[in-house]
Each structure stands twice: as structure tokens, then as C-alpha cells.
């Protein structure tokens, strides 16, 4: 991808913006010149916040969600419902459960789903605090909305090992979502009638 006519900044630029998912060599090129026609206060703004990205953001102690601080905006908000824990893949899953706006409660990002067969084990996601830090907080429910997939469904199951004998209700996202389906991908309005269905897989 490049384009001997245009200067080298510009084609070091598209370059790094033909990285970024879903754009292709064309689009790189129109977002580079975009930049560019957007005046230097915009693309300082832009350098700004690319340079600042790595020093600024970090994980949650908690939830493992990205954070700012050594808490997420989710879990130092203290209008949050802390007897409700959702335990979710990634990030993005998260962000479409709150897209949905259905749910007031906590999280746990996992960092994955387990796969045995790609060499992912218990010890590569943060499942080691899942059961410390329910022990902690002690929630009402616990709802586990990892993917409806065989991995998303392998791990719903070892979470639901790990928490047997404890008193609390365990449910899962299930409902509405279709076989194989990211939640990342579906709309508001589905994630939140497979939230508002959720179905009970026994207490812990
Ligand atoms: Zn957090």
C-alpha cells in the first residue's frame, strides 16, 4: 500500500491507518487526507490522544475493564447495584450490555473464553479473583453472559463449578441471543431482552 506521488508523512500516516480494522488501502488514503484537511489543531489533538493512550489508560483492579484510575468508572460509581455481577468475555461485550441500558449492576471481563484446544486455560483468564472477589461482594446474582458458543459455554460451566455451594442465584444470557452470536455485535434492544430472559442455571 502506497503511493509514490503523495509526500511521505502523508503515506506514513495512511500506512498506519490502513492497520486499523475494516480499512482498506483506498480508505486509508481518504482518512489521511482527511486529517490533513482538518487543520493542525485537529490532528495535534489526534497525536495527542494516540500518544497519551498507553500512559493514561490501564485495567481495572477489580473487573479487568479499562480504567483511568486504579478503579473502572463502573465500579467507583456508587450508584451501581453491587449485588448483581455479570461475568463477560471482553470489553466490547460489556459495552454492548450497557448499550443496551438494562443493567445497573457490576462486571468481571474475563480476558476471553476458555479453549482448551487453542491452549487457554483457567490460568490465562481472570478467573483466579472471580471467586475472591464474589466472595467479597457478596451478590444476590451472579448472570454469566459469555458468548453462546462451545468456549463461551465451557466457561460458563467452569464458572459455574467454581461458585457451587455458594449462596447466590446463577444465571445465563441466553435467550435471544443466537447460536454462535458475539454480544459485541448485536443491538441494544436484543441484548436487553436476552438480559431481561435470562434464565436461571442453578444456584452456586
Ligand atoms: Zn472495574
Given at each position: 500500500m502506497s503511493d509514490a506521488s503523495l509526500p511521505p508523512a502523508l503515506e506514513r500516516l495512511a500506512r498506519l491507518l490502513g492497520?486499523?480494522?475494516?480499512?482498506?488501502e483506498r480508505s486509508a488514503h481518504r482518512l489521511a487526507l482527511f486529517v490533513l484537511s482538518q487543520g493542525p489543531q485537529y490532528a495535534q489533538g489526534l497525536g495527542a490522544a494516540l500518544h497519551e493512550l498507553h500512559d493514561l489508560v490501564r485495567f481495572?483492579?477489580?473487573?479487568?475493564?479499562?480504567?483511568?484510575?486504579?478503579?473502572?468508572a463502573i465500579c467507583a460509581d456508587?450508584?451501581?447495584?453491587?449485588a448483581l455481577l455479570c461475568v463477560v468475555e471482553d470489553v466490547p461485550d460489556l459495552l454492548a450490555i450497557e448499550r443496551s441500558g438494562e443493567y445497573r449492576g457490576l462486571y468481571h471481563v474475563l480476558g476471553g473464553a476458555l479453549a482448551p484446544l487453542r491452549g487457554?486455560?483457567?490460568?490465562?483468564?481472570?478467573?483466579?479473583d472471580l471467586v475472591p472477589r464474589i466472595d467479597a461482594l457478596q451478590p444476590a446474582e451472579v448472570i454469566v453472559?459469555?458468548?453462546?458458543?462451545v468456549e463461551g459455554e465451557a466457561t460458563a460451566s467452569y464458572v459455574q463449578g467454581q461458585l457451587r455451594g455458594r449462596e447466590l442465584r446463577l444465571s445465563r444470557?441466553?435467550?435471544?441471543?443466537?447460536?454462535?452470536?458475539?454480544?459485541?455485535?448485536?443491538?441494544g434492544a436484543t441484548v436487553g431482552r436476552a438480559l431481561r430472559a435470562r434464565t436461571s442455571f442453578g444456584r452456586g
Open positions: 492497520r486499523l480494522p475494516g480499512v482498506g481495572c483492579e477489580a473487573c479487568h475493564h479499562f480504567a483511568q484510575a486504579d478503579r473502572c456508587p450508584h451501581r447495584d453491587p487457554v486455560g483457567p490460568r490465562d483468564l481472570h478467573l483466579d453472559a459469555t458468548s453462546i458458543s444470557i441466553a435467550s435471544g441471543v443466537p447460536q454462535g452470536a458475539e454480544l459485541e455485535y448485536l443491538d
